[in-house]
Nanobody, 118 residues
Framework: QVQLVESGGGLVQPGGSLRLSCAASGSIFRFYTMGWYRQAPGKQRELVADITSGDSTNYASSVKGRFTITRDNAKNTVYLQMNSLKPEDTAVYYC????????????WGQGTQVTVSP
């Protein structure tokens, strides 16, 4: 079992920045590709960014150049630095852990609200 605890969400004005953190416990962190997803009201959950244990990253086109995902394997933590935030970034952001070593499985965090509004 893996427990994921997100923090860092909140209310920010357009153009502002936030940094989300997700602390993982309960398993070997480097066995997991870590990701951030988001879900806005009335929309499907979508991938924002993910990062492998080797630090290869992948971003949604809507956030490329504005968001940066990083991980600290010593602290079992993944971060999402969000800059130049837009109202359309408003959503609940979820941390995701995808185990890439057998047995494969995945876990979700509880989510943290990000609201971008004047």
């Amino acid at each position: 079992q893996v427990q994921l605890v997100e923090s860092g969400g909140g209310l920010v004005q357009p153009g502002g920045s936030l940094r989300l953190s997700c602390a993982a416990s309960g398993s070997i962190f480097r066995f997991y590709t870590m990701g951030w997803y988001r879900q806005a009201p009335g929309k499907q959950r979508e991938l924002v960014a993910d990062i492998t244990s080797g630090d290869s990253t992948n971003y949604a086109s809507s956030v490329k150049g504005r968001f940066t995902i990083t991980r600290d394997n010593a602290k079992n933590t993944v971060y999402l630095q969000m800059n130049s935030l837009k109202p359309e970034d408003t959503a609940v952001y979820y941390c995701h852990a995808d185990r890439v070593v057998e047995p494969s499985t995945y876990y979700w965090g509880q989510g943290t609200q990000v609201t971008v509004s004047p």
